[in-house]
């Protein structure tokens, strides 16, 4: 918590604390801890009618502005938060991908139409939202998009395969960048297409000619799936942007990810430190000198990494998340990662084995086996230390075979 906040964002502060204190109880008083990476599956319907709870009393969408529905919270407001959900031990958020990535988008590019089609059901957590950008061919080097479309009819007709695309099981839209521009190669020629999930009910129903397949992850649960379009449709002016802007619409959505959207994380992060040390002591790990370096090591980082997040946050006050938000996502994606693998060593053996039935992942087990995919999902670290030695340090651009 910072010490010099300001007398209203204090006031804030004990607002978001008192609501969240107050609502989490009575039939959500056992919502409390429920989703989260690994879990995603965990009381899904139970989340959703929570989250629908948080949007009737205006907390979602809070820093979106007032004219679209959101609270126009200030970036310092929104890690507050981000902060006290995470204190309060609130279930994991279903429709995050529609209030962190598209709806930001839709408002700097969207039109007067879209804006009023899209964003209230956002608010409302009444649509959900899934990203198709990446293919079996198209994931790093996300300009070698192969799906395509072409208008036909007053529609957009999709054809193509997208993967792991997180909880498409659940979206009732999805994002998708695809080719609109016959013969057109790399980042030229794409557009960012809005497409329909679901026939209209939530039973499970598809649209018509959108194929959603679950990819079994380490976890044993299925996040991400592999999603087919074969001549799915969405309307002529469900296009963000005009066609070939895709690329341009695409970047300033991985933008959000990257930087606004991962605020506030640290008071997760802290309480899974804490919960290692807490372990570290009970398994007598904490006598190891030098798992108790890996573990200062760690509260270090994470110091640092706290530290870097205010330096962003002043960045992203003045103006658009800009390559900076690299830094974030190389830090604590490394970070998080690396503390799955310390939780397992302070564990030892037992790390190798369930508890007894049901035979579950315990915490531990799901935050090792999760964490891997820190360092691959919303850009590698690779790709990351690309963008930070071309785009912040100016050095010579990567060769292209
Ligand atoms: C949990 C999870 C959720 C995801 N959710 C979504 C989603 O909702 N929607 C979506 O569209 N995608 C999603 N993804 C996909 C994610 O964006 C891709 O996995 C990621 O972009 C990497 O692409 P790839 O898997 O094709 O690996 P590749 O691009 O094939 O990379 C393989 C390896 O090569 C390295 N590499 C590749 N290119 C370079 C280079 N130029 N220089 C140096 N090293 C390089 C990579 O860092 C990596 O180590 C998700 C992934 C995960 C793990």
Known sequence: MNQNETPEDRAFRAEVRDWLEA????????????GGPGREHEAFEERLAWERHLAAAGWTCVGWPEEHGGRGASLAQQVIFNEEYALADAPARVGHIGENLLGPTIIAFGTAEQKARFLPPIVAVEELWCQGYSEPDAGSDLANV????????GEWRINGQKVWTSLAVEADWCF?????????????????????????????????????RP?????????????FFDDARTEAANIVGAPGEGWKIAMATLGFERGVATLGQQVGFRRELEGVIALARRTGAIDDPLLRDRLTRSWAGLEIMRLNATRTMA????????PESSISKLVWGTWHRELGELAMDVLGTAGLVADGEPYDLSDWQRLFLFSRADTIYAGSNEIQRNIIAERVLGLPREARG
């Open 23 to 34: 609502n989490l109880s009575g039939e959500f008083a056992h919502a409390r801890g429920l």
């Open 146 to 153: 192969q799906t395509r479309a072409e208008l036909d009819g």
């Open 315 to 322: 960045g992203v006050a003045a103006g658009a998340p800009g």
């Open 176 to 212: 998708v960048v695809c080719r609109t521009e016959p013969g057109s190669t790399r980042h030229h020629g794409l557009s960012y297409l809005l497409v329909p999930m679901r026939a209209g009910a939530r039973a499970g129903t598809t649209s018509p000619g959108v194929d959603i």
């Open 215 to 227: 990819i079994v992850q380490l976890t044993g649960t299925s996040e991400f799936n592999e999603v």
